[in-house]
């Protein structure tokens, strides 16, 4: 239904910058939101950042915040995840994903958090973050 392909990742020291991208296609006029998630090596899989993809509300995890910022271009189909401030504890496979099914706006906080919440999900890209 809907491809994604991220990029963007790569080595970094701690301090420093990355923007990830993630790049959709196919019925792309389906998509309700997307979302950034991270798999740390022998962690689970976990939330980063969502955006409602009409709106343009956006949420993020309190370990992220104020550090990250996910932002849109509709017109490009595009989804970016802007990291400054990056620590080691940022490194994991970064992974954006799309949901194609409305939510209602009061649940979409929590419901955003979800990894069940996204049916079309990217390959990854990997960030490391040196010390």
């Known amino acids: 239904q809907v491809q994604l392909v991220e990029s963007g990742g790569g080595l970094v020291q701690a301090g420093g910058s990355l923007r990830l991208s993630c790049a959709a296609s196919?019925?792309?006029?389906?998509?309700?939101?997307m979302g950034w998630f991270r798999q740390a090596p022998g962690k689970e899989r976990e939330f980063v950042a969502a955006i409602n993809w009409s709106g343009g509300s956006t949420y993020s995890s309190d370990s992220v915040k104020g550090r990250f910022t996910i932002s849109k271009d509709n017109a490009k189909n595009i989804v970016f995840l802007q990291m400054n401030s990056l620590k080691p504890e940022d490194t994991a496979v970064y992974y954006c994903?799309?949901?194609?099914?409305?939510?209602?706006?009061?649940?979409?906080?929590?419901?955003?958090?979800?990894?069940?919440?996204?049916?079309?999900w990217g390959q990854g890209t990997p960030v490391t973050v040196s010390s």
């Open positions: 196919g019925r792309t006029l389906g998509i309700y939101a």
């Open positions: 994903a799309a949901r194609l099914v409305p939510a209602a706006i009061m649940y979409q906080g929590s419901i955003f958090q979800r990894q069940a919440a996204y049916s079309e």
